[in-house]
């Protein structure tokens, strides 16, 4: 089993809608989590890290994590075309100065 | 203030070469960590370092070495190039690994083909 696991996608939502990205994860003990933006060619850029079970908002994004059934997802409302990006979710190990990642989700928002 | 510097941006390699990815950063972070990105895919970590003078192994470790004689400077040397090895490369660093969590500062990537 993979430690970090997206859907690589594409997702495709229309422009406005919700997309919504999922993640899950096996290292029961893991207590930091992250969503990365990363665009074609360039570097990932932070959008969100979440600790605490529950939601965590922060403008168009919601994070949303759930320890028990080791799972974290990324809401992204009114989406935009410039929300077109590979969406890569993060996990630092217990215990370590690990920080693990899935293979990203592809997102295409149509105009 | 730099950041995470990364060098070369771009290098063509024969099979068997050698060569070292060079990476610094300049906001005096302990944690620094060596990604490889294959096309379509997540980052794979191949060494990290909490320190000068402490690396360790991450996901993806063999065909590689890494040092570090100082807190700015985590070269990744690559023995013996192979085609499996053409990725691009992603230098990071974290300001303090003890926190529950910081987020990663990443070089601009290093594109290698190795032919």
């Known amino acids: 089993q993979k430690e970090v696991e997206q859907n690589s996608g594409p997702l495709s939502v229309p422009e406005g809608a919700i997309a919504s990205l999922n993640c899950t994860y096996s290292?029961?003990?893991?207590?930091?989590f992250f969503w990365y933006r990363q665009y074609s060619g360039k570097s990932p850029e932070l959008i969100m890290s979440?600790?605490?079970?529950g939601d965590k908002e922060d403008g168009r994004f919601t994070a949303q994590l759930n320890k028990a059934s080791q799972y974290v997802s990324l809401l992204i409302r009114d989406s935009q075309p410039s929300d077109s990006a590979t969406y890569l979710c993060?996990?630092?190990?217990?215990?370590?100065?690990?920080?693990?990642f899935g293979t990203g989700t592809r997102l295409k928002v149509l105009a | 203030n730099a950041g995470v510097t990364q060098t070369p941006k771009f290098r063509i390699l024969k099979i068997g070469q050698s060569m070292t990815l060079q990476c610094t950063q300049d906001?005096?972070?302990?944690?620094m960590y060596w990604y490889r990105q294959d096309p379509g895919m997540g980052l794979k970590l191949i060494y990290y370092?909490?320190?000068?003078?402490?690396?360790d192994k991450g996901e993806v470790p063999n065909g590689y070495n890494v040092s570090r004689s100082t807190t700015e400077d985590f070269p990744l040397r690559l023995e013996l190039a192979a085609p499996s090895q053409t990725s691009v490369y992603f230098c990071?660093?974290?300001?303090?690994?003890?926190?529950?969590?910081?987020?990663?500062?990443f070089g601009e990537g290093s594109w290698l083909t190795v032919v």
């Open positions: 993060a996990v630092k190990l217990t215990g370590t100065y690990k920080y693990i």
């Open positions: 290292d029961r003990g893991s207590q930091s």
């Open positions: 979440i600790y605490s079970n």
């Open positions: 906001m005096n972070h302990n944690y």
């Open positions: 370092s909490v320190g000068a003078g402490i690396t």
């Open positions: 990071a660093s974290i300001p303090d690994g003890l926190l529950s969590g910081n987020t990663i500062y």
